[in-house]
């Protein structure tokens, strides 16, 4: 058994386009729900413990602040756990951008768990990428799938609930 102090290390990258919300997410995995804001700061990286099914879990969490064309995402995600694949449900360009770069992070000899976001999807009157648009890349690639609002909370709890679950059931 693990000692008192003991946690479970594990890391998530989130790549994507500028302006998909990708920082307003992490900040949803470190504050609570009253203080989600849109986040324009960068967080560069930060840690967060949690604790489930007295579980301590300590997630390093990434942003790449939109860096052109995820620049240095291979070398990121192999050192990663998990990957938070970031797009804008109004922005189809951010959706394309990512199916262009999908491709680059399946690697047989990744231990990488990848989780397709669909971020904005409160927005459904500016949607461009239909949500079975993106659950079936999710699909074709073995990816986990989420359509969440990262500014109002929409689905934010489950995803990190369900990272922390997947984190648990590794060890």
Same mark, same amino acid.
């Given at each position: 058994?693990?000692?008192?102090?003991?946690?479970?290390? #594990?890391?998530?990258?989130?790549? *994507?386009?500028?302006?998909? *919300?990708?920082?307003?997410?992490?900040?949803?995995?470190?504050?609570?729900?009253?203080?989600? =804001?849109?986040?324009?700061?960068?967080?560069?990286?930060?840690?967060?413990?949690?604790?489930?099914?007295?579980?301590?879990i300590k997630l390093q969490l990434f942003d790449t602040y939109g860096q052109h064309r995820f620049q240095f995402q291979?070398?990121?995600?192999?050192? !990663?756990?998990?990957?938070? /694949?970031?797009?804008?449900?109004?922005?189809?360009?951010?959706?394309?951008?990512?199916?262009?770069? =999908?491709?680059?992070?399946?690697?047989? !000899?990744?231990?990488? !768990?990848?989780?397709l976001v669909g971020n904005k999807c409160d927005l459904s009157s500016k949607r461009q990428v239909p949500f079975q648009?993106? /659950?079936?890349?999710?699909?074709?690639?073995?990816?986990?799938?989420?359509?969440? !609002?990262?500014? #109002?909370?929409?689905?934010?709890?489950?995803?990190?609930?369900?990272?922390?679950?997947?984190?648990? #059931?590794? #060890?």
């Open positions: 058994m693990k000692g008192e102090n003991s946690y479970i290390f #594990q890391r998530l990258i989130v790549f *994507g386009d500028s302006y998909v *919300g990708k920082t307003t997410l992490l900040k949803s995995f470190i504050l609570n729900k009253q203080d989600r =804001v849109y986040a324009f700061c960068n967080i560069d990286f930060h840690f967060q413990v949690y604790e489930k099914n007295n579980q301590k291979k070398e990121q995600s192999k050192k !990663s756990n998990f990957v938070l /694949l970031v797009y804008d449900t109004t922005n189809r360009d951010s959706f394309d951008n990512i199916c262009a770069q =999908v491709i680059d992070l399946i690697q047989p !000899s990744y231990k990488t !768990s990848i989780i648009e993106g /659950l079936q890349l999710s699909k074709q690639y073995g990816f986990y799938f989420y359509e969440t !609002s990262a500014l #109002q909370g929409i689905s934010v709890d489950g995803l990190i609930n369900d990272v922390l679950d997947k984190i648990i #059931q590794t #060890q």
